[in-house]
């Protein structure tokens, strides 16, 4: 049922925006390089690998991608002087107004599809179509695994540790810089090249035999009620069974209460103090299926 509506809204959406024609919004240029040159005007000079990333493409597809904007004088590809080994697009004057004539062009084609609703019937497709592009961008993002100190799990961690720091009662301090973890893997699921959620697990034979802990577990606030706290979960509850580990561990504090409930939902149990962590008040364990 669900697959069926979904695809027919596909069908309707796409004829009804101008996919399907040749000349996107009647720009001249099909979707996929007007939409490459609305990334790239959207949030200025964007990273060649950071679109590839963001759009999902792989190299060659958005080499030529480029190669069509920067034919036609809209975009130029140059060396980040900050990192030359960075190539970053960035858009001409030519595609400034190129963007900017997009942008007027998606808005009246918006305006246009909506104008024969009811201020009460737009309201209800704006809650709609928002929990449809949450929904869908839940469950397709993808986790993969990252280096603790690459920059998108900096980013990630900030922002966990910034939560934090606003929701314990008497703040939160991560201390200093991160110590090593031996065996420690993090993963991180992105949406347009921004981390929506972060966590990780590490081994901890101190608190029990083929034993980890789940660390850090953190979801974008805007993502939640998704479901995407709970793929996470699971992904690291996998990622640690296919490394051997036949339980997992982790703790809380007492006020993260959506975070206590998902974990019980999870079918974790609540265990004893296993660690000296001064922010912890909660704490779980949960065997892992073998075979």
Known sequence: ML?????????TYTQRIGVLDESFLGTGRPLAVSRLLFEIGHGGPA???????????DSGHLSRLLRRLEDEGLV??????DDRRRRVAVLTGDGEAAYD?????????????????????QERLAEALG??????RAATVRPR?????????????????????????DGFDPGGPDAPEPGATYVVATSDGTPVAYGGIR?????????????????????????????????LEELARGRGFERVVLDTNGTLLEAIAMYERAGYERIDR???NPYAEAFFAKDLPTG
């Open 47 to 57: 990273g060649v690998r950071e679109l590839r990333e963001r759009l999902e493409l």
């Open 131 to 136: 929990t449809a592009d949450l929904l869908v």
């Open 274 to 276: 296993y660690n000296d």
């Open 76 to 81: 130029a590809t140059v060396i980040d002087p």
């Open 3 to 11: 697959t069926e509506v979904l695809r027919r809204f596909n069908r």
């Open 145 to 169: 695994e990252v280096s603790s100190d690459a920059p998108v799990a900096r980013e990630a961690t900030a922002r966990y540790f910034a939560e934090l720091d606003g929701r314990f009662p």
């Open 203 to 235: 081994p901890v034979p101190d608190v029990g035999p083929a034993t980890a802990e789940v660390k850090r577990m953190w979801v974008d606030d805007a993502w939640r009620g998704a479901g995407l706290g709970s793929r996470m979960l699971r992904h």
């Open 101 to 121: 004539d997009l942008e007027r062009r998606s808005e009246e084609r918006a305006d246009l599809l909506v104008a024969p609703l009811t201020p009460r019937q």
